[in-house]
């Protein structure tokens, strides 16, 4: 069974650019969710992709978009990067349609620093 | 914003001792799960107990739920060097709609 994948782990950006990342799920899986997590903070939703759909949003601006591929991989898009977007980014893969919330699979994240 | 909070923010105890962290949370939830998460790494699932339940046993950790005082507890027993970690607690409400608190940073000094 192949876990969660992030690439890449780190990366340093300066204000203004685009920023691309990229999460493969684990197998089997159909959902992924993105989070933010400041240092020293809890994860914060971003938004969730079920089945090639947006299946949920959180509190953020729509400069953060994103996709889900066939495959049920996903990527993270950050346009006109601010420095407030230095954190730790985490892709969580699970088993969605079953009504309920199911246990999350993380990857190990990606660092993003804005200079 | 963040949903829950976490209690203590930081804890400290010597190997062998328990280690018990709380949790709180504002809206209704369909099940709460719980986390840790090492330092630089991603999260790893340790448990989930659903509304109906009281509580939920998963090795040397025991968790319990009161929906009435929307809180949880998670409470780690005969605690190793190796649990050092960050712990947090999701709060699931909606469909695939899950909350994180703000952790509880545990040191288990050898």
């Known amino acids: 069974e192949t876990g969660v994948t992030q690439s890449p782990t780190h990366l340093i950006k300066t204000r203004g650019q685009q920023v691309t990342l990229r999460c493969s799920s684990q197998s089997g899986h159909n959902t992924v969710s993105w989070y933010q997590q400041a240092l020293g903070q809890g994860p914060q939703f971003i938004f969730q992709y079920y089945r090639e759909e947006e299946n949920g949003r959180g509190n953020f601006p729509p400069r953060f978009s994103g996709l889900q591929f066939p495959n049920y991989s996903s990527e993270l898009n950050v346009n006109a990067l601010e420095l407030d977007d230095s954190a730790l980014y985490l892709c969580?893969?699970?088993?969605?349609?079953?009504?309920?919330?199911?246990?999350?699979?993380f990857g190990d994240g990606t660092r993003l620093s804005i200079l | 914003s963040q949903q829950g909070e976490e209690d203590p923010q930081a804890l400290s105890i010597q190997e062998g001792e328990n280690a018990t962290m709380n949790c709180s949370y504002k809206t209704s939830i369909n099940n709460l799960q719980w986390y840790r998460q090492n330092s630089g790494r991603g999260l790893v699932h340790l448990i989930l107990i659903r509304s109906n339940e009281r509580e939920k046993h998963s090795g040397r950790l025991r968790v319990t739920l009161d929906t009435s005082k929307k809180s949880s507890s998670l409470l780690i027993t005969a605690s190793r060097a190796a649990d050092t970690a960050s712990y947090f607690c999701?709060?699931?409400?909606?469909?695939?709609?899950?909350?994180f608190g703000i952790g509880t940073k545990l040191q288990v000094i050898p």
């Open positions: 999701a709060s699931a409400g909606g469909y695939q709609k899950v909350t």
């Open positions: 969580a893969s699970s088993l969605g349609g079953t009504g309920t919330s199911q246990p999350q699979h």
